[in-house]
């Protein structure tokens, strides 16, 4: 790791990072979150009787088109051509709520970590939005990258401890 910053220019202005010398490497990302929920609103939407229609079709939907779009919402994230995208939700009794996981990958010069998580946050997103006449008092929380392969910044995955949601970087990236 370098105490330069990749992302600020000489001058100190904003700038995207030149990619051009990096070589082409498979690059995958993992990211997750989770949407809290009365009981009774995550019933309707494993159930199917939310009046907007499939909370969890959709949301899967919504999180694939955030990731290809990630780098027109995100200022300094370089246009990707993402070979897969997989949006998981996962109804879960004990918060009450959904969880989200996308996984992204490529082969390129630079990683898919921000459209993991753009992804995961816009699935999150969808839910609240699909579900929000039920229950306004959803929380959306705990958005993160969970593992990340690939690239010169090598290999990370996040190691949960307990419900604080802290985390250390694994071994691999040490």
């Known amino acids: 790791m370098t105490d330069k910053l990749t992302h600020v220019a000489e001058s100190g202005e904003a700038r995207m990072v030149d990619v051009a010398g990096k070589p082409e490497t498979r690059r995958v990302a993992r990211a997750t979150g989770l949407v809290r929920m009365r009981p009774a609103t995550l019933a309707a939407i494993v159930n199917a009787q939310v009046k ?20 027109d919402l995100i200022p300094l994230c370089h246009p990707l051509v993402l070979d897969d995208i997989q949006i998981e939700l996962t ?10 996981e996308a996984t992204v990958k490529t082969t390129g010069r630079t990683g898919v970590e921000m459209e993991a998580l753009t992804a995961v946050s816009v699935a999150l997103l969808t839910v609240y939005d699909m579900a929000k006449a039920l229950d306004r008092e959803m929380q959306i929380s705990d958005i993160s990258l969970a593992a990340k392969s690939g690239g010169l910044g090598g290999d990370y995955a996040r190691v949960d401890e307990g419900s604080s949601g802290a985390y250390r970087e694994s071994s691999s990236t040490k």
């Not at 907007?52 to 780098?71: C, E, I, P, Q």
């Not at 109804?91 to 989200?100: A, H, I, K």
């Open 52 to 71: 907007k229609g499939d909370v969890l079709g959709v949301a899967r939907v919504a999180g694939v088109m955030a990731a290809k779009k990630t780098s």
């Open 91 to 100: 109804p879960d009794d004990s918060v009450p709520g959904v969880r989200v």
